[in-house]
């Protein structure tokens, strides 16, 4: 072996390792008397995305409970001038009566003013966007409180941006990135191979166009993505991906078809959940 050249070939998976000897003609080596070649088996690895989800939403947490902090700081002096409890009162409003703090043991778990009570809040707001629309759209000057909670509520649900999808270059790095996700689940998943080099900018301009009906931007797509119609397991995807109505037992196969009866489905409607959850258990 040492005085010879050889090829060693490997076939390395997510839980396996093939090898092999060969020579320069591709003809398997022995030593010892034993063919050079052989497998090896191991638990497939894990991946980091349960970790990495749940630091992305201990930081979300955190920087919550950071804005929050600044906003009642905003607000303190404002708020204390006319509700000196309000900010307990608050804090206190998840428990039951029987558990709350005693200067704020009341029914009440916002505003406990003597003409103005939570009834009185809810009546007017029954939302907090409704709360939310009267202060954008009213001239008139409100109570510094609500003024808070609808800030509060904003600076609770404002978003964040530890999300690896989101993308920073602009609308064609973004949908080219979801495209290629899509070609790969359709690979993996389907076994269907979707043509991976394309314009980015082209297939948004295709899928944000209001001027195009969903059959023409499905015509579109397919002609952007060089499928023909008779390859109707692609052109189901493409329906799909267009908001027209397509057949899962067409983009599933054979193995669907022994399972299900009569699946079609549109991603635009709100059937579609009770659908993904009939698939799954199907």
Same mark, same amino acid.
């Given at each position: 072996?040492?005085?010879?050249?050889?090829?060693?070939?490997?076939?390395?998976?997510?839980?396996?390792?093939?090898?092999?000897?060969?020579?320069?003609?591709?003809?398997?080596?022995?030593?010892?008397?034993?063919?050079?070649?052989?497998?090896?088996?191991?638990?497939?690895?894990?991946?980091?995305?349960?970790?990495?989800?749940?630091?992305?939403?201990?930081?979300?947490?955190?920087?919550?409970?950071?804005?929050?902090?600044?906003?009642?700081?905003?607000?303190?002096?404002?708020?204390?001038?006319?509700?000196?409890?309000?900010?307990?009162? !608050?804090?206190?409003?998840?428990?039951?009566?029987?558990? +709350?703090? @005693?200067?704020? #043991?009341?029914?009440? *778990?916002?505003?406990? %003013?003597?003409?103005?009570?939570?009834?009185?809040?809810?009546?007017?707001?029954?939302?907090?966007?409704?709360?939310?629309?009267?202060?954008?759209?009213?001239?008139?000057?409100?109570?510094?409180?609500?003024?808070?909670?609808?800030?509060?509520?904003?600076?609770?649900?404002?978003?964040?941006?530890?999300?690896?999808?989101?993308?920073?270059?602009?609308?064609?790095?973004?949908?080219?990135?979801?495209?290629?996700?899509?070609?790969?689940?359709?690979?993996?998943?389907?076994?269907?191979?979707?043509?991976?080099?394309?314009?980015?900018?082209?297939?948004?301009?295709?899928?944000?166009?209001?001027?195009?009906?969903?059959?023409?931007?499905?015509?579109?797509?397919?002609? !952007?993505?060089?499928?023909?119609?008779?390859?109707?397991? +692609?052109? @189901?995807?493409? #329906?799909?991906?267009? *908001?027209?109505?397509? %057949?899962?037992?067409?983009?599933?196969?054979?193995?669907?078809?022994?399972?299900?009866?009569?699946?079609?489905?549109?991603?635009?409607?709100?059937?579609?959940?009770?659908?993904?959850?009939?698939?799954?258990?199907?």
């Amino acid at each position: 072996m040492r005085d010879r050249d050889y090829y060693l070939g490997l076939d390395m998976g997510t839980s396996s390792l093939g090898w092999a000897v060969t020579d320069e003609n591709y003809n398997l080596l022995k030593a010892k008397g034993k063919d050079l070649w052989g497998i090896r088996e191991f638990e497939e690895a894990l991946t980091a995305v349960d970790r990495r989800t749940s630091r992305v939403a201990r930081r979300r947490r955190q920087r919550e409970i950071v804005r929050i902090g600044l906003l009642k700081d905003y607000f303190h002096d404002a708020i204390c001038a006319v509700d000196a409890n309000f900010y307990q009162r !608050l804090e206190n409003s998840k428990y039951h009566r029987e558990d +709350k703090d @005693a200067a704020v #043991n009341s029914p009440d *778990g916002i505003f406990h %003013d003597k003409g103005y009570t939570d009834k009185d809040y809810f009546d007017r707001y029954p939302t907090i966007f409704h709360l939310r629309a009267e202060l954008l759209e009213s001239d008139e000057p409100h109570d510094v409180r609500l003024v808070y909670l609808a800030l509060l509520n904003m600076f609770k649900h404002r978003g964040h941006f530890l999300n690896m999808t989101l993308g920073t270059d602009g609308g064609a790095r973004k949908i080219g990135e979801a495209y290629e996700d899509f070609c790969s689940a359709a690979l993996e998943l389907l076994e269907l191979e979707f043509l991976r080099t394309i314009d980015g900018s082209a297939l948004e301009e295709i899928l944000s166009n209001r001027d195009y009906s969903r059959k023409r931007k499905a015509e579109e797509l397919a002609s !952007l993505l060089c499928v023909a119609k008779k390859e109707k397991r +692609k052109m @189901a995807c493409i #329906n799909g991906i267009c *908001g027209l109505k397509f %057949d899962l037992k067409v983009v599933f196969g054979e193995e669907m078809l022994l399972r299900i009866r009569n699946m079609t489905s549109v991603f635009r409607k709100r059937s579609m959940r009770k659908k993904k959850r009939k698939c799954r258990g199907s």
